[in-house]
């Protein structure tokens, strides 16, 4: 598998507005290979093993359909089925559990 370089971005504004879009006060969302974060650290962040197994699934998601295509398509689904059943989701909470999603990955 080709090396993916990711990026982490804290204190991030566009994580701030989906935090308080969502309800919650720790939040990681990906923008093609940022990772942008609110209401936790960088070093807090990767501590948590399945939390970034889920957030580079997504990254994954976006290497294969494209920035727009795969925003398009997971906004869609959350109008669709909503946020849960969302199948980008689905996916990146099987992720979890996924160690080898990790494999060539680089967090820069
Ligand atoms: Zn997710």
Request: glycine share 6%; proline share 2%.
């Amino acid at each position: 598998m080709k090396p993916v370089t990711c990026y982490i971005k804290e204190r991030s504004l566009l994580a701030r507005l989906a935090a308080r879009y969502m309800g919650g006060s720790q939040i990681a969302m990906v923008i093609g290979k940022t990772i942008h974060l609110h209401g936790t650290s960088r070093e807090d962040f990767l501590r948590h093993k399945w939390w970034v197994r889920h957030e580079i699934c997504h990254v994954m998601q976006y290497r294969e359909l494209g920035l727009v295509p795969f925003l398009w398509k997971y906004l869609w689904e959350c109008a669709r089925v909503g946020y849960h059943a969302n199948r980008f989701e689905v996916e990146a909470r099987a992720a979890e559990r996924d160690a080898a999603i990790m494999d060539g990955v680089v967090i820069v």
